[in-house]
Each structure stands twice: as C-alpha cells, then as structure tokens.
C-alpha cells in the first residue's frame, strides 16, 4: 500500500510541473522595453524563504506550548492569510503613487515620515540577521544529523558558511530564479514523499494527540474565562509566527513585478502550497513518537527516519541544508539592497561602494561581522536564536498593518482603487499582533534588546541624515531610454545593426544613424561614459544582463516589425572569470533567435583597430620601398 500510494503522489507531481514547464514566460517575462518577474516566480522565492522554517519552528513551538503547536500553528496559518491580503493592498497602494520596490520601509516612509522607517529598517534588519543565523545554524545541524561531529567542528562549520556566502556575494555571484525554481522542483517532490509517508505510517496514537491538540485549546477558550482566552490566543501565535517567517518578502520584491495583482497572485499560491503544508508537516511530527528534547535541532530529518529509513532522513537533511543555506543567502541579498535604498535616500555614499563585480561589498561584510557576532553571542544555540527571532518579525507586522491603518482612516479613503480589505478586520489583525509583539517583549528579553539596539543604532545614525538631507527630493539615477533609441533607429532606411558592448569597451565602429550601440550596466555603478550620438545606456533589469537583453529586443521586434535588425554580439575578454562565464552565458544567447525569429544575429569579434601613427609610419615604409 505504501510503494503505490508513493508511485500515484509522484505520478501526479510530475505530470503537474510537467504542465508547469510547458507554459510559455514561466518566470519572467519582458514587456515595453522592461524585465518582469511573473507571480510564480516571486512566489517561488518567497515559498523557498517560508519554508526554511519547518525545519526549527515545530520543534521551537513545541518546546514552549507543548502539543497545542499542531493547533497554533495551523490557526496562525489562517491569520496570515488575513496578512498577506492587507499586504496585497499595500502593494497597490504603493503601485498607485507610483513607489515601486521596498515593501515595508517605503510604505512606512511614505505614511509616517523617516522617523518611522527607521523602526522599520531596525525591524527588517533584526529579521534578516536572524534569518541568516538561525537558518545556519539549522543548516548545520540537519546537515550533520548522521555525522558524528563535535560541536566545535559544527561550530566551524557555521562560520564558514556565513563566510562563504558573503564571499559568493562579494564575487557578484548569485543565485537566479531558474536555480531558485529547480531546487523548488526537487524540494516539492521530497516533501510530497515525506508527507505521503507521514499518512502512510502515522502512528495509532498520533490521530488522538492531533485531536487533543485542538480540543484543549476549545477547553482553555471556554471554560476560564475572556482574560484566559485572549492570553492563550496570545502565547499560542506569538509562539507559532516563527513557523511563517518570510512571508513579508513578497511585497519586498514588489518593484520586480509588472503589477500589483502579481502580488496577489503570489500570496494565493503561497496559501496553497507553504499555508498548508507547514500545518501538515508539524501535525504529523508533532504527533510521531519521537523524544523531541533530545531532536529539538532536527525534529525534520529525525521524522523522516521513523516514518521511512535512515537514507531518506539522509536526503530529507540534505535538502534541508540546501534551502537552508539559500535562506541565508537571501538574507545577505535582501538586506543589501534595503540598505542600498535607505543610503541612496540620505546619501550614505560610503556605504554603497561597488567593487569590479557591482557588488555592495561593504554591506556584505558588515552584514558577514552581524551574523558571526550573533553566533559567538548565543553559542550557535538554535534554541536562544529562535527566542529572538519572532520578536523583529511581529514588529515589521505591526508596522505594516499600523502604517495600513492609518493611511485608510486618514488619507486614503478618496481613493478609487480595485483592492479593498475590512477596517474591521485590519484593527483585529493589528491587535492580535500588537498583542503577541508586547508579548513576547516581556518573555524574550535577549530578542527585545537586540530589536531596540538596532532601532537605537539606526535613529541615532538616521534622523540627523533625515534632516540634513530631507525633505526628500524624488531623482532617479540617469540613463538613457530604449524609446530613445526607438525613434532614432525607426527614422532611418534600410537594415539596421545593433551592436551590443561592454562597459569599457571604447570601439565605437560607426555613427551611421541606421547602427545603434548599447551597453548595460550596473544602477549601482556610476553611468558609463556616452561615446557617441548612437551610443546608449541603459541600466541592468532584474540582476541579469541576459533578461535585458531579451527585454530590449522583445522591445525592437515589437516595434520595428517589418524592418531587418540585425543583433551583434562580441567576446568578453576582459579577465579569466568572464572568460570562464562566457559558455553559459552563450548558452543563453543560443535561445535568442527561437525566441526572436523575425531578427538577424551575429556574433563576431573585431581585432583591435592599429593605432593612427602606427597606420601611418607602415604606409610610409610600404611607400618607400
């Protein structure tokens, strides 16, 4: 019964993302001369941030309120779903003034002023920091869960982890949503098995305990009294948010997408994968026979081995450690380019310095010094981690909903927008959370000063800032615009080139009006240098070259249909890291004329031109002889 239960869930997984793949735009898409990243795409990563969580938030649930966690952590699940529609009607908000990208800080910023995005920043800082740490820590030890390793050496390992990751953040290396996606592929189908082997061999007790978990709860809420039951709803979810840490990184990547209604999209899939799996995970190893204080650092893989064998608690870690580890890497990512956006508005310049690879190298170390003081602090205890995490979490909730609120009663209630949620229902929402943020405050008092020192650190270093900079004057960084490029081109006759060329590169091979050279770059880096009339710059899309690319030329099919374009590209020969990269990244390019049937592509390299005088001195040789 089991090995045909397990062949039909696989079956039916792979005929799924066998339909999955075969949609066209998967993951990104390019339109009006832009790079979107579709719903899927954003909910993927977020998915893949969110469910890192299931490999510490049960047993860190358990630890406090015992068996009541399979309960709370499936009536929080509810209740973030009630958060992310408020967060959906953020992000249309922010859409309709026209403020893309920054979730949280921006939407505080623009309700309450820089005061209040201070806290926020303080908040989302605490969360990232944490994230990193707890998501290392965890990393390691379902990692190691199978090898005899001291703790010293887990220790070291921890270190190097952080450390790796920041220097793969340094180099300008980065994960992009196709790894993101695949992971996810292979992830999904381990998951799928350990819950079908969950069912499979659940133990005759584990339905009872499921059972009790709930019904105790009705207990303590009808039979004690209000005061009881507002407390235990109280402890119960500040207890349990940990289990959905993440979920505020959708409206984060915000500006990625083409609109709002993607947002919406995004957290709808994130109900029905992440809102209902997390539950059912926890349920079922909650309820297993296990000893939990002696598997409270890898509750997970443990029960992967009682409801299988030890090779598939061997895979279920491996996993494990991988999304992990990819957690941290999103923590190093994210708080990068929160900080970028904070610096840029009160022109912290020291602290956006790129090194050759466009990288925010200063933040990446600073962010590396964080994480590794944080784990010589608490001793890589996942346990001390876990009491601090929550509390930076519901204080990002708080503002968020607060901020929301605010804006509803007092300034935006003329507007006319397609996305509405209850007054009602925010005031509830905010007062559950306020009630779990003071909460937990007064229980977790290493979680509340790690949040006020760096809210302190950060109101001390911006409020001057704010005032010597502020009020804020909206200016976006300079570059050229692909429409300009457009109009030039489309007023001339004949074929038309376009040339492709790298920063730096200076061989500009023709003015002719009908040629067109452009060269991306990096927005953190200053705007090269304009070499001729038909040179233009445009800024880097969604971290990728290649996805801007594909934007500006959807752009030129779309718009110069009917004329013959031709494409160019050259070599990168700059250093032996391009060299190697430029297999995959022609692998890339190989894709474009499938996608672009309707233009010419060529790809070429043009010796470095002789120099004039040396030109001139070997005519005049070839003369006199």
Same mark, same amino acid.
């Given at each position: 019964?089991?090995?045909?239960?397990?062949?039909?869930?696989?079956?039916?997984?792979?005929?799924?993302?066998?339909?999955?793949?075969?949609?066209?735009?998967?993951?990104?898409?390019?339109?009006?001369?832009?790079?979107?990243?579709?719903?899927?795409? +954003?909910?993927?990563? *977020?998915? !893949?941030?969110?469910?890192?969580?299931?490999?510490?938030?049960? $047993?860190? @649930?358990?630890?406090? /309120?015992?068996?009541?966690?399979?309960?709370?952590?499936?009536?929080?699940?509810?209740?973030?779903?009630?958060?992310?529609?408020?967060?959906?009607?953020?992000?249309?908000?922010?859409?309709?003034?026209?403020?893309?990208?920054?979730?949280?800080?921006?939407?505080?910023?623009?309700?309450?002023?820089?005061v209040a995005s201070f806290v926020a920043v303080a908040s989302i800082m605490?969360?990232?920091?944490?994230?990193?740490?707890?998501?290392?820590?965890?990393?390691?030890?379902?990692?190691?869960?199978? +090898?005899?390793?001291? *703790?010293? !050496?887990?220790?070291?390992?921890?270190?190097?982890?952080?450390? $790796?990751? @920041?220097?793969?953040? /340094?180099?300008?290396?980065r994960e992009n949503a196709r790894v993101t996606f695949g992971i996810f592929v292979a992830a999904a189908f381990v998951l799928l098995n350990l819950i079908a082997l969950g069912f499979c061999r659940i133990d005759p007790a584990s339905t009872h305990i499921i059972y009790q978990s709930g019904a105790s709860v009705v207990r303590d809420l009808g039979h004690h009294g209000v005061a009881h039951a507002v407390a235990s709803i109280t402890t119960g979810v500040a207890f349990c948010v940990l289990a959905y840490s993440g979920i505020e990184s959708v409206i984060q990547t915000a500006g990625l997408c083409q609109t709002w209604r993607d947002i919406s999209k995004a957290y709808w899939f994130l109900a029905l994968t992440v809102g209902?799996?997390?539950?059912?995970?926890?349920?079922?190893?909650?309820?297993?026979?296990?000893?939990?204080?002696?598997?409270?650092?890898?509750?997970?893989?443990?029960?992967?081995?009682?409801?299988?064998?030890?090779?598939?608690?061997?895979?279920?870690?491996?996993f494990g450690s991988i999304i992990l580890i990819m957690a941290v890497n999103t923590a190093y990512v994210a708080s990068s380019e929160l900080l970028e956006r904070v610096a840029h508005r009160y022109h912290f310049d020291w602290l956006i310095a790129t090194n050759r690879r466009a990288s925010l190298y200063r933040i990446h170390l600073i962010n590396a010094l964080l994480y590794s003081s944080i784990i010589l602090?608490?001793?890589?205890?996942?346990?001390?981690?876990?009491?601090?995490?929550?509390?930076?979490?519901?204080?990002?909730?708080?503002?968020?909903?607060?901020?929301?609120?605010?804006?509803?009663?007092?300034?935006?209630?003329?507007?006319?927008?397609a996305y509405y949620t209850s007054r009602a229902g925010t005031v509830a929402l905010e007062a559950i959370l306020l009630a779990c943020f003071v909460y937990l405050a007064a229980h977790k008092p290493h979680g509340l000063e790690l949040w006020g020192a760096v809210v302190a650190v950060l109101l001390a270093l911006g409020i001057p800032l704010s005032r010597r900079y502020g009020p804020e004057v909206k200016a976006k960084r300079r570059s050229d615009y692909p429409m300009e490029m457009l109009l030039a081109l489309g007023d001339t006759d004949g074929p038309l080139d376009v040339y492709f060329r790298r920063p730096g590169e200076l061989d500009i091979g023709t003015t002719a009006p009908n040629a067109a050279f452009v060269t991306f770059f990096s927005p953190r880096q200053p705007i090269p240098e304009k070499l001729a009339p038909n040179h233009y710059r445009f800024a880097i899309q969604g971290g990728?070259?290649?996805?801007?690319?594909?934007?500006?030329?959807?752009?030129?099919?779309?718009?110069?249909?009917?004329?013959?374009?031709?494409?160019?590209?050259?070599?990168?020969?700059?250093?032996?890291?391009?060299?190697?990269?430029?297999?995959?990244?022609?692998?890339?390019?190989?894709?474009?004329?499938?996608?672009?049937?309707?233009?010419?592509?060529?790809m070429e390299y043009t010796g470095p031109a002789a120099p004039a005088e040396g030109a001139a001195a070997a005519g005049e040789r070839a003369a006199g002889s």
């Open positions: 019964m089991t090995i045909l239960t397990l062949f039909w869930v696989n079956i039916l997984a792979f005929a799924i993302f066998a339909v999955v793949f075969s949609r066209p735009n998967l993951l990104g898409f390019a339109k009006g001369g832009k790079w979107y990243l579709t719903w899927l795409s +954003v909910g993927v990563i *977020t998915l !893949m941030d969110e469910l890192t969580s299931i490999f510490y938030a049960p $047993a860190e @649930a358990h630890r406090f /309120i015992g068996t009541q966690a399979i309960f709370f952590i499936a009536f929080t699940s509810l209740i973030m779903r009630v958060l992310s529609s408020r967060m959906v009607e953020i992000a249309q908000i922010l859409e309709l003034h026209e403020i893309r990208g920054g979730g949280v800080y921006s939407f505080s910023y623009f309700v309450l002023g820089p605490v969360d990232y920091i944490l994230t990193a740490c707890i998501s290392t820590v965890s990393a390691v030890y379902n990692g190691t869960a199978f +090898v005899h390793m001291g *703790t010293g !050496m887990q220790f070291v390992l921890i270190m190097a982890i952080i450390w $790796a990751v @920041a220097g793969l953040n /340094i180099l300008g290396i209902i799996v997390t539950p059912l995970v926890s349920a079922l190893a909650l309820s297993a026979p296990i000893d939990f204080k002696a598997h409270e650092e890898d509750l997970i893989t443990h029960w992967a081995t009682v409801v299988g064998n030890v090779p598939f608690g061997v895979v279920v870690g491996v602090i608490t001793a890589g205890q996942q346990a001390t981690l876990a009491d601090m995490y929550a509390i930076g979490l519901l204080a990002s909730f708080c503002i968020n909903i607060g901020c929301l609120l605010i804006y509803r009663y007092f300034q935006g209630t003329k507007e006319i927008r990728s070259v290649y996805r801007s690319i594909r934007a500006l030329l959807a752009l030129l099919a779309d718009e110069l249909e009917g004329r013959e374009v031709r494409v160019h590209f050259g070599w990168p020969t700059s250093s032996w890291l391009d060299r190697m990269a430029v297999g995959v990244f022609v692998a890339s390019l190989m894709r474009l004329p499938k996608s672009f049937p309707k233009l010419v592509f060529l």
